[in-house]
């Protein structure tokens, strides 16, 4: 099993910057590829940003140019930095890593296997 926690969640006003981290443990030699995701309420969970076992990454057209990915493999985390945040980035922030060992980032649900238990970003107008 491989566990997910994510942090870094908080309020910002419009236009602010925030700095999720996600720190996985457990089984972390199985983790190929992960992702973020969001969900914000009476809204379906959404693809973020992700990154494939090969390092390829793809980000969804809404958070190109203000988010951006990285990983810190000696720390297992995967980091998302966040800036020029909109009201409607309002979301729980989910961290998903799946074992798919393709290049092809996944953009759906489905194609991981495990999930943080979210952190809360709010942003204000």
């Known amino acids: 099993q491989v566990q997910l926690v994510e942090s870094g969640g908080g309020l910002v006003q419009a236009g602010g910057s925030l700095r999720l981290s996600c720190a996985a443990s457990?089984?972390?030699?199985?983790?190929?590829?992960m992702a973020w995701f969001r969900q914000a309420p009476g809204k379906e969970r959404e693809f973020v940003v992700g990154?494939?076992?090969?390092?390829?990454?793809s980000y969804a057209d809404s958070v190109v140019g203000r988010f951006f990915i990285s990983t810190d493999n000696a720390e297992n985390t995967v980091i998302l930095q966040m800036s020029s945040l909109k009201p409607e980035d309002t979301a729980v922030y989910y961290c998903?890593?799946?074992?798919?060992?393709?290049?092809?980032?996944?953009?759906?649900?489905?194609?991981?296997?495990?999930w943080g238990q979210g952190t809360q970003v709010t942003v204000s107008s």
């Open positions: 998903a890593a799946g074992n798919n060992r393709t290049a092809v980032v996944g953009r759906r649900i489905d194609e991981y296997d495990y």
């Open positions: 457990g089984r972390t030699f199985s983790v190929s590829n």
């Open positions: 990154i494939s076992a090969r390092g390829y990454i």
